[in-house]
C-alpha cells in the first residue's frame, strides 16, 4: 500500500455501514481508506460527521453551498441546516473489499 498512503500519520481504516454509496462501487462492509491530510474538494468521496454521525458520501461545494450527496438515489442529500454540525474528517483514496474465503 507503499503508494496509495502518503500521510501515514493522518491515515486511517474505516468500516462501511449502508448502502448509500454503491453506485460508485462502495458497499456495506467494505473498509475505506481515509486521508485526513488531504484537503477535501467538491466531488471527492469524504467520510464526515453530520451531527456526531459518522457519514461517506461525496462533497458537493458551489455557490456558497456545501452538501453530501450519495452515490445512491434512494438516499436524500445531506445540507446542513442552521445550528448542525458538519465536519469533514477525511478524503477517501481507496476502498478495500474482502470476499468470503
Known amino acids: 500500500m507503499g503508494n496509495l498512503v502518503k500521510h501515514t500519520q493522518a491515515t486511517y481504516l474505516l468500516r462501511v455501514q ?13 473498509v475505506l481508506l481515509v486521508d485526513k491530510a488531504i484537503e477535501p474538494k467538491h466531488g471527492q468521496i469524504v467520510v464526515a460527521v453530520v451531527n456526531g454521525d459518522f457519514v461517506c ?10 452538501k453530501l450527496r450519495p452515490a445512491n438515489l434512494t438516499f436524500p442529500d445531506i445540507i446542513p441546516k442552521p445550528g448542525e454540525t458538519l465536519e469533514i474528517w477525511g478524503v477517501v483514496i481507496a476502498t478495500i473489499k474482502q470476499f468470503r474465503t
Do not use: H, N, P, W
Open 57 to 66: 458520501k461525496t462533497l458537493y461545494q458551489r455557490a456558497g453551498l456545501t
Open 18 to 30: 449502508g448502502e448509500s454509496m454503491r453506485e460508485v462501487g462502495i458497499f456495506d462492509g467494505d
